[in-house]
């Protein structure tokens, strides 16, 4: 009987490390999002039009199956708004 209750208090445990490693995923990508933002504006004197162009020119990766960036460009030279969700699965 104790066997079993130490098993499911050790599956609680490892659900909750998931959570705050999913948690700690979405806030990387959004923090990796601004970096290449503020790179663009670094190297091209502008802040990009899309979250296409960090893709393709400054190496932002998004696995798109598990979350979506919302991007909100207001001008070449205002931080756009970037916003990570997380997709339900």
Same mark, same amino acid.
């Given at each position: #009987?104790?066997? %079993? $209750?130490?098993?499911?208090? *050790?599956?609680?445990?490892?659900?909750?490390?998931?959570?705050?490693?999913?948690?700690? !995923?979405? %806030?990387? %990508?959004?923090?990796?999002?601004?970096?290449?933002?503020?790179?663009?504006?670094?190297?091209?004197?502008?802040? &990009?039009?899309?979250?296409?162009?960090?893709? =393709?020119?400054? $190496?932002?990766?998004? !696995?798109?199956?598990? *979350?979506?960036?919302? *991007?909100?460009? *207001?001008?070449?030279? %205002? #931080? &756009? =708004?970037?916003?990570?969700?997380?997709? !339900?699965?």
């Amino acid at each position: #009987m104790c066997a %079993l $209750g130490l098993l499911v208090c *050790f599956a609680g445990a490892l659900d909750s490390v998931s959570e705050g490693r999913e948690g700690e !995923d979405l %806030l990387r %990508l959004e923090e990796a999002a601004r970096r290449s933002c503020v790179a663009c504006y670094a190297v091209e004197g502008r802040y &990009p039009s899309g979250v296409e162009e960090l893709e =393709e020119r400054y $190496g932002l990766q998004i !696995d798109r199956t598990r *979350f979506t960036v919302r *991007f909100h460009a *207001f001008g070449e030279n %205002l #931080m &756009p =708004e970037i916003t990570v969700l997380e997709n !339900d699965r």
